[in-house]
Nanobody, 124 residues
Framework: QVQLVESGGGLVQAGGSLRLSCAAS????????MAWFRQAPGKEREFVSG????????YYADSVKGRFTVSRDNAKNTVYLQMNVLKPEDTAVYYC?????????????????WGQGTQVTVSS
């Protein structure tokens, strides 16, 4: 069982930066693929970024590539999402998710565990 708690969301002006954190419980955090998804009002939840077990493999949606960076610290059971050059279209609730396989999937169905979400609002 894994529990995920996100933090770091907030209100920022376009062009600004935020760093999201996701703290996980459990002893086997390093054996979970981690991902960030987001959901804007009236839209489906979409993949933002994912990171493999060791942190060496990272994946991004085209819409955030070059602006967002995902990383993880297995000693701290935490995954991060550094978001730079934020745009109003990045406004959404951001969710952290985990799955106990080596697959960094871009679909929600493979992820067993989800955090409660943190709101990111980017003003123009």
């Amino acid at each position: 069982q894994v529990q995920l708690v996100e933090s770091g969301g907030g209100l920022v002006q376009a062009g600004g930066s935020l760093r999201l954190s996701c703290a996980a419980s459990g002893r086997t955090f390093s054996h979970y693929t981690m991902a960030w998804f987001r959901q804007a009002p009236g839209k489906e939840r979409e993949f933002v970024s994912g990171v493999g077990w060791t942190g060496s493999s990272t994946y991004y949606a085209d819409s955030v590539k070059g602006r967002f960076t995902v990383s993880r610290d297995n000693a701290k059971n935490t995954v991060y999402l550094q978001m730079n050059v934020l745009k109003p279209e990045d406004t959404a609730v951001y969710y952290c998710a985990a799955n106990p396989t080596l697959i960094v999937a871009r679909t929600t169905t493979i992820y067993n565990y989800w955090g409660q979400g943190t709101q990111v609002t980017v003003s123009s």
